[in-house]
């Protein structure tokens, strides 16, 4: 699930690194294996959350898991926007 393709391998862009989140965004959890610092938990490789605040380098991201609700910490390697 995390293996990428032959051409995406090597340094991830530098504009995922430094793309800003505001607090109540939309963003999509897609996990990049070549960073491994802030990555989340496989598990939530597709969800979608809301940005709650930030903690340092990373973000709080609110997401339902089933009936409950959890709060991640992730950086922003592994998040894009969503709608």
Known sequence: ?????????????????L???EEGDFVNIV??????KGMPHIRFQGHTGK????QGGS??????DGKKHKTLIIRSE??????
């Not at 940005?51 to 930030?54: A, D, F, S």
């Not at 592994?78 to 709608?83: A, E, M, N, P, Y």
């Open 1 to 17: 699930m995390l293996r990428k393709r032959p051409r995406e391998r090597g340094i991830s862009s530098i504009t995922r690194a």
């Open 59 to 64: 973000y709080l991201v609110g997401i339902n």
């Open 51 to 54: 940005i709650k605040g930030k």
């Open 78 to 83: 592994h998040l894009r926007r969503g709608k």
């Open 31 to 36: 996990i990049n294996s070549s960073v491994h």
């Open 19 to 21: 793309q800003q989140f």
